[in-house]
């Protein structure tokens, strides 16, 4: 037992240095990570990083300019904004990867039932079709109407936005495999079909998969901001960083760090999700992996 786990242990570092190595060779998709890792812990260390409370008013304080007692300077309520923009990466970012989990696991249900079952494709496609056919943000906001506006009702509907997007992603890959020679004989060995589904499909078409993950997230991140600068969005009281530009726009024109620092931030967030992605697609992509 001892000398067969010991080869696949082998194996499996091997691959791990691998890819690592392989990844490495994308220095952008490296600061994608670097800066993706740095949002992270201070969304993680909030609270012992924030030198204010989020929410703490100062009517002494009010519209003053960055300093070093307030880095990002101060808002209209006399908040620090270096603060609220390192608590908006704790919202920003929940509200993103919320999204992609609810997105992904909906959209990989109906990608394998409409790819997989014939008979479910036409139905399953024709509403992932007319979802589509409105664009992200109007649909998002229309949503948001219906639900109401809250934290949780913007996750909900920015999940349903993007749903379509991974059942497309996975209903044309399985269409793929599911003729693949080993489908068939898991089929003629009796094999049942949700193991087939979950097992052996859904492990062949995980690249795909997990590359569209990295690009919904920063496409999360950048609706989340736009609904809540519409004033459709999460509501004023949590320090997501649209709500601090949706809030910050009207003294803008005296204050302007109320939208560049946490304009800056979204930005960041967006773009290293996106060099993450490309990495990630380089990397597991066999047409693109031979220039690597």
């Not at 080869?7 to 499996?12: E, S």
């Not at 960055?66 to 603060?83: I, K, M, N, Q, Y």
């Not at 349903?160 to 997007?165: D, E, K, L, N």
Request: contains cysteine; positive net charge.
């Amino acid at each position: 037992m001892s000398e067969n786990i010991a080869p696949r242990a082998a194996d499996a570092e091997s691959y791990l240095r691998l890819v690592v190595r392989r990844f490495g060779n994308r220095p952008i998709a490296v600061v994608g990570v670097f800066i993706l890792a740095v949002l992270i812990v201070v969304a993680t260390a909030a609270p012992l990083i924030a030198p204010y409370d989020p929410d703490a008013i100062d009517v002494l304080s009010i519209l003053q300019g960055p300093s070093a007692a307030h880095w990002f300077g101060t808002d209209e309520l006399g908040r620090d904004v270096f603060s609220r923009v390192i608590f908006g990466a704790r919202y920003s970012l929940l509200i993103g990867a919320l999204v992609v989990v609810i997105s992904m696991v909906c959209g990989v249900v109906l990608g394998l039932a409409a790819g997989f079952f014939r008979r479910l494709d036409g139905p399953v496609m024709r509403l992932v079709d007319a979802m589509m056919s409105f664009p992200d943000i109007l649909l998002a906001i229309a949503l948001v109407a219906v639900l109401g506006a809250s934290m949780s009702n913007v996750i909900l509907a920015l999940a349903i936005v993007y749903t379509p997007r991974v059942a497309r992603v996975v209903r044309a890959s399985t269409l793929v495999v599911r003729e693949l020679l080993f489908i068939e004989a898991a089929r003629a060995l009796g094999i049942p079909t949700w193991r087939i589904l979950f097992i052996h499909i859904l492990h062949n078409i995980a690249s795909p998969i997990l590359v569209q993950a990295t690009f919904i997230f920063a496409y999360a991140v950048l609706a989340e901001a736009g609904l809540s600068f519409l004033g459709v969005g999460v509501p004023p009281v949590l320090p997501t960083w649209g709500s601090m530009i949706s809030s910050g726009q009207q003294f803008a024109h005296q204050a302007i760090w109320l939208v560049v620092f946490p304009g800056i931030a979204i930005i960041l967030s967006a773009l290293s999700l996106q060099m993450v992605g490309d990495g990630f697609r380089d990397l597991l992509d066999p047409k693109l992996r031979k220039a690597l």
